[in-house]
């Protein structure tokens, strides 16, 4: 069974910066994998992929955090991170980590692509 645990959320001020990290605790895949961060927030047609990394290590950003954002990945430490930089009040949300292993292509941006994915850590960005 997978299972994905997020930690680091919290409260930051605007223009500060946190870094989540997801840590694949059970059922973790050597194989090629995408795994990507999401976010939930109120007025979200459906939750929003901010970042993802494929197994070859490239990475894709929502045009809101580009630039701003890294994500990265731990392969020794089976974990994945969020390093998340002049933060706004608009990146407000709960986020959570996704994943898909023995993946043949591409990565997707849709949240029911990925068939495993953690509880999510809120972060809130005050003004």
């Known amino acids: 069974q997978v299972r994905l645990v997020e930690s680091g959320g919290g409260s930051v001020e605007a223009g500060g910066g946190l870094t989540l990290s997801c840590e694949v605790v059970?059922?973790?895949?050597?194989?090629?994998?995408?795994m990507a961060w999401f976010r939930q927030a109120p007025g979200l047609e459906r939750d929003e992929m901010v970042a993802?990394?494929?197994?070859?290590?490239?990475?894709e950003y929502t045009d809101s955090v580009r630039g701003r954002w890294t994500i990265s990945q731990d392969i020794a430490k089976k974990s994945l991170y969020l390093h998340m930089d002049r933060a706004k009040p608009e990146d407000t949300g709960r986020y959570y980590c996704?994943?898909?292993?023995?993946?043949?292509?591409?990565?997707?941006?849709?949240?029911?692509?990925?068939?495993?994915r953690g509880q999510g850590t809120q972060v809130t960005v005050s003004t």
């Open positions: 059970s059922g973790y895949s050597s194989g090629r994998k995408c």
């Open positions: 996704a994943a898909r292993f023995d993946v043949t292509g591409g990565c997707s941006n849709h949240p029911l692509w990925f068939p495993y």
């Open positions: 993802v990394i494929d197994g070859d290590g490239a990475t």
